[in-house]
């Protein structure tokens, strides 16, 4: 997020002092792809290289040009997930952390963040065989991801979770019943909000699979939406993109039952695997 953030405000300042990326690199004596990965938050810049573009875009305010120089330092930080590479796909604990509103839909497993560690193992396993360092690493991994709903000020959370994450019985009958019953407890909290899409709600706009918006609290640091399939993730950045997901997740939440009446429906489910 820090290095999206110093991305996004270096490549403004190119852009207002007239710039083409190429003209800057030449300028700062930078290779083209380097300031290039530099503006799109792929690759960190050293201190010298920000000290040149930062002479090259005019900025002289000394308290500025080291507000600019914090962001390259704590850019360079590694966060908790970092020893979980292996684990995450992409930057989504990262994101998370930096979160203010978190809006996710689940079509086929329960939000990770609300996941109890006997479905996260079983979620983990998918019917293979695993070393089980790796599976307690995996269970670990995605526990720690959810501290941030409990921190002393915590992200708001906004679940929809479609009925089929619901009824399909992941680790068993009584795994299952664990982990509706954590999302009945976690709907009380003032931070989060769950909603149960049926299926009698037929057809709807985010049926092509799940997907999560995350709003952070910086004007200038603009939504963003995470997506993940087996093997990669997409993050989707740009404005029209993100229109259309907002649309989207306004649509499921009309179809959605109520959260008063969703956490009826959870405890019937509980009932039903009873």
Known sequence: MRRRRLAKELRH?????????????RETGTRQPTLTRIELGQQHVTAPVLERLLDLYGVTDQARR??????????????????YR????????????????????EAQVIPGLLQTPDYIEAIFRGGRAHEEAAVHKAVD??????????RVHPPRFEAV???????????????????????????TRHNITIRVLPFDAGEHAAIAGAFTI???????DPSVVFTETPTDTLLVEEPPELDRYNEIFGHIL??????AKSVTFLKQVIEDLT
Not at 214 to 220: I, M, Q, R, S, T
Request: hydrophobic fraction near 45%.
């Open 13 to 25: 300042l190119r852009e207002e002092a007239g710039f083409t990326v190429t003209q800057a690199a």
């Open 66 to 83: 080291e507000a600019f120089a914090q962001l390259a330092r704590d850019a360079k930080e590694r966060g908790w997930w970092a020893k």
């Open 86 to 105: 292996d684990v995450f796909h992409g930057s989504l604990p990262d994101l998370e952390s930096e979160a203010e509103v978190i809006r996710a839909f």
């Open 141 to 150: 991994a995605r526990m720690k991801r959810q501290e941030i709903l409990n």
């Open 161 to 187: 979770i479609d009925e089929g994450a619901l009824r399909r019985l992941i680790g068993g009958r009584e795994v299952m019943r664990e982990q509706l019953q954590r999302l009945v407890n976690m709907a």
């Open 214 to 220: 995350l709003d952070f609290p910086e004007a200038f």
């Open 254 to 259: 009309g179809s959605a039952l109520v959260p």
